[in-house]
């Protein structure tokens, strides 16, 4: 799991009231998770797609991929679900308020720590696939900066 700690919070609620505290941070943090999720939503293109063929890890692996090949639980070439599969299944929510408000992204896909998972990507979705960690990397100053300019212009006033 992959996080981003804002600092300055706590100075931020201790000086103004709490509702007021709330108003300042609750837009970054909703803007922070869109960010994060728009990440992690994204399909690698079709053509980066590491090939499975001879990659059988186990007999009982390559006789579960020809039955369900033959009852129609999976068909070849892999057909993406778009919105009903994996890119749109990440959700976000923020709980809790003022100096105790924490934003969470995530999927109920029982598969996604495997595909999108830092530390627990299967080998044939890395490089293809970005993780958790890739879009904490790439958008935490974005983020960061958003919540100074935020808590910087609530401080202010």
Same mark, same amino acid.
Do not use: C
């Given at each position: 799991? *992959? +996080?981003?700690v804002?600092?300055?919070?706590?100075? &931020?609620? *201790?000086?103004?009231?709490? %509702?007021? %505290?709330?108003?300042? &941070?609750r837009?970054?943090?909703?803007?922070?998770?869109?960010?994060? $999720?728009?990440?992690?939503?994204?399909?690698? *293109?079709k053509?980066?797609?590491?090939?499975?063929?001879? @990659?059988? /890890?186990?007999?009982?692996? #390559? #006789?579960?991929?020809?039955?369900?090949? @033959?009852?129609? +639980?999976?068909?070849v070439?892999?057909?993406?679900?778009?919105? %009903?599969?994996?890119?749109?299944?990440?959700?976000?929510? /923020? *709980?809790?308020?003022?100096?105790?408000?924490?934003? &969470? /992204?995530?999927?109920?896909?029982?598969?996604?720590?495997? /595909? $999108?998972? =830092?530390? #627990? $990507?299967?080998?044939? @979705?890395?490089?293809?696939?970005?993780?958790?960690?890739?879009?904490?990397?790439? +958008?935490?100053?974005?983020?960061? $900066?958003?919540? =100074?300019?935020?808590? +910087?212009? %609530?401080?202010? #006033?």
């Amino acid at each position: 799991m *992959s +996080e981003i700690v804002i600092n300055g919070v706590e100075e &931020l609620v *201790s000086k103004l009231f709490a %509702a007021t %505290a709330d108003k300042t &941070l609750r837009p970054p943090m909703n803007r922070s998770l869109f960010k994060l $999720q728009a990440f992690m939503a994204k399909y690698p *293109s079709k053509s980066s797609g590491k090939s499975m063929a001879g @990659h059988w /890890v186990s007999e009982k692996q #390559r #006789r579960w991929f020809f039955a369900a090949l @033959h009852s129609g +639980e999976i068909t070849v070439p892999y057909v993406r679900r778009g919105s %009903a599969g994996l890119g749109g299944s990440w959700t976000s929510r /923020v *709980s809790g308020f003022a100096g105790d408000m924490t934003g &969470l /992204v995530g999927t109920n896909k029982s598969y996604a720590p495997m /595909v $999108q998972g =830092a530390g #627990r $990507q299967m080998w044939m @979705h890395e490089g293809n696939w970005q993780t958790d960690e890739d879009a904490v990397k790439k +958008e935490r100053d974005g983020i960061v $900066q958003d919540f =100074a300019e935020s808590i +910087e212009g %609530a401080m202010s #006033r």
